[in-house]
T-cell receptor, first 113, second 114 residues
Framework: AQSVTQLGSHVSVSEGALVLLRCNYS??????LFWYVQYPNQGLQLLLK??????LVKGINGFEAEFKKSETSFHLTKPSAHMSDAAEYFC???????????FGPGTRLSVLP | DVKVTQSSRYLVKRTGEKVFLECVQD?????MFWYRQDPGLGLRLIYF???????EKGDIPEGYSVSREKKERFSLILESASTNQTSMYLC?????????????FGPGTRLTVT
């Protein structure tokens, strides 16, 4: 069975600081991995995804994530936080070979001035 | 741009009422999904559908049913609403035969059952 853990339900960073949001997964099949962002009162928007190929994946708004099979991790990073990055971030893994995802519990990112 | 719309942003219903949540997508996607989102639990799949009139149970189908009479529309039904169904409900859609499996989400419906 697939599962996703996100370390830290709430992360605070200063504007301009590095953003690091952690995601670890378990999967019995080759994983497809996703990061979604949810701004207040909105639905989820895809930030980036890993399916196959290059393990360092670049997404929108300057975010990137690296798939590390040996660590079963897919951490999300951004070199310099902006106030507009304040949101909730969800990591997800494809469930088996199907069309569904398993989502992590989410990490709320606060950006301090 | 893919657009997924949900009929209401906020809804307040009484215990025991029958509740309909509607979702429409405009990109001819085969797959449609209903999730509920609760703090600390992330998104949990209620039901999904990969074709008209087809449905599959997700992880938490109890107390819910769905209907898909047209490809673009997927309805979630609470037969007899209960207070533990107070939650944010998110609809999503995706293409069936694409390796990326990317899901596109609607803005959500915040349902309160009193």
């Amino acid at each position: 069975a697939q599962s996703v853990t996100q370390l830290g339900s709430h992360v605070s960073v200063s504007e301009g600081a590095l953003v690091l949001l952690r995601c670890n997964y378990s999967s019995s099949v080759p994983p497809y991995l996703f990061w979604y962002v949810q701004y207040p009162n909105q639905g989820l928007q895809l930030l980036l995804k890993y399916t196959t190929g290059a393990t360092l994946v670049k997404g929108i708004n300057g975010f990137e994530a690296e798939f590390k099979k040996s660590e079963t991790s897919f951490h999300l990073t951004k070199p310099s936080a902006h106030m507009s990055d304040a949101a909730e971030y969800f990591c997800a893994v494809r469930k088996n070979y199907g069309q569904n995802f398993v989502f992590g519990p989410g990490t709320r990112l606060s950006v301090l001035p | 741009d893919v657009k997924v719309t949900q009929s209401s942003r906020y809804l307040v219903k009484r215990t025991g009422e029958k509740v309909f949540l509607e979702c429409v997508q405009d990109m001819d996607h085969e797959n449609m999904f209903w999730y509920r989102q609760d703090p600390g639990l992330g998104l949990r799949l209620i039901y999904f559908s990969y074709d008209v009139k087809m449905k599959e149970k997700g992880d938490i189908p109890e107390g819910y049913s769905v209907s898909r009479e047209k490809k673009e529309r997927f309805s979630l039904i609470l037969e007899s609403a209960s207070t533990n169904q107070t939650s944010m409900y998110l609809c999503a859609s995706s293409l069936l035969f694409r390796n990326s499996y990317e899901q596109y989400f609607g803005p959500g419906t915040r349902l309160t059952v009193t």
